[in-house]
């Protein structure tokens, strides 16, 4: 059932990007980014009561197309593609968000949204590991390629360089179906092109 979920949301993902045509082709822009996610485990006390903490952390890469405004002028599609590492998980997210600018001068611009994202896990065996009895163990009941819907929840902030360049940082509240799939995601990077 989840496969089945997670095959309509990438298609549905598709069809919005292909029918979702930018008003204005002159707002076209490329952001190009890198920072940390941060993730948390579960954790359970003997009172009654849940908990949890940020106890591990992905390195990541991504970039988003700033395919311009959609509807209203400040409301902007943004497609993505990010790339999360943790020690033997590769976590591939393709997102589809839209963003409002709610503040705007001539130098700077602040923006909130929300959106939908796929996540590819995809666990990774050591390689010096491959010959011995517990990696064939391993790959038999150990972690499994897993494919996740998330709703992504982006907060930044854009201030030019010059008319074509500009750096931006950015927070995003990533929630998934299970709390250790979610994460607070902090970005900074660049950003190529019209606004």
């Not at 943004?78 to 997210?93: F, H, K, M, S």
């Not at 390629?145 to 500009?166: C, E, F, H, V």
Request: aromatic share 12%.
């Amino acid at each position: 059932m989840n496969r089945v979920i997670s095959i309509f949301a990438a298609w549905g993902l598709a069809a919005l990007m292909v029918l979702c045509v930018p008003q204005m082709s002159d707002a076209l822009g490329l952001h190009v980014k890198a920072g940390v996610s941060l993730t948390r485990e579960p954790q359970f006390d003997t009172f009654y009561g849940m908990g949890g903490q940020f106890d591990s952390h992905r390195w990541m890469i991504g970039g988003n197309l700033d395919l311009g405004s959609v509807m209203l002028p400040k409301l902007h599609l943004l497609p993505g593609l990010d790339i999360a590492a943790q020690e033997n998980l590769r976590v591939y997210a393709v997102n589809l968000d839209v963003v409002y600018f709610f503040h705007q001068t001539p130098v700077g611009r602040a923006y909130f949204g929300g959106g939908f994202g796929t996540h590819f896990f995809r666990p990774q065996i050591a390689s010096d590991a491959i010959d011995s009895e517990s990696a064939v163990e391993e790959s038999v009941d150990g972690p499994q390629n897993d494919t996740k819907i998330s709703l992504n929840l982006p907060l930044g902030y854009q201030r030019k360089l010059s008319p074509m360049l500009a750096w931006f940082g950015e927070m995003k509240l990533i929630i998934a179906d299970d709390e250790k799939d979610s994460a607070l995601q902090f970005t900074i990077g660049f950003r190529f092109g019209n606004e």
